[in-house]
């Protein structure tokens, strides 16, 4: 039996959950907490994922992470390789597609959290 698939999918898990918990927790608090100009054009944009077909924004991620998109050229001009079908690319679109699964809920915790304790 190989093993290869689920060692992938478990190796993704565990980098996505790790990238994933400290930058949830950045965003939701600094969502939370803080007022200014295009929160919620920030908020949109981070919820983007839920309301995009998977198709369309994985049909979109391989477009941006090309070679000849900015993202896939930067991401080549700096390690020399590509973003398309590797596991770098996989983990960026893992963290893309799930940022809001991650923000979303931490930021609502935020935000009932009082503001007496919040000063503490």
């Known amino acids: 039996m190989d093993w290869s698939a689920f060692s992938v999918s478990l190796r993704l898990a565990a980098f996505t959950c790790l990238f994933l918990l400290p ?3 950045w965003w939701g608090r600094v969502l939370a907490t803080a007022q200014f100009r295009g929160k919620g054009l920030c908020e949109a944009l981070i919820a983007l994922p839920l309301v995009l077909p998977p198709t369309v924004l994985g049909f979109y991620l391989l477009q ?9 050229g930067a991401w080549a001009a700096l ?9 770098s690319g996989i983990l960026l679109a893992s963290l893309i597609a ?3 699964f991650a923000i979303q809920p931490i930021q609502r915790a935020f935000e009932h959290v009082p503001a007496n304790l919040r000063e503490a």
């Open 98 to 100: 799930n940022l809001p």
């Open 79 to 87: 390690t020399g390789g590509g973003l398309n079908f590797t596991f």
């Open 23 to 25: 930058l949830g927790i």
């Open 64 to 72: 941006q992470f090309g070679r000849d998109a900015p993202l896939g």
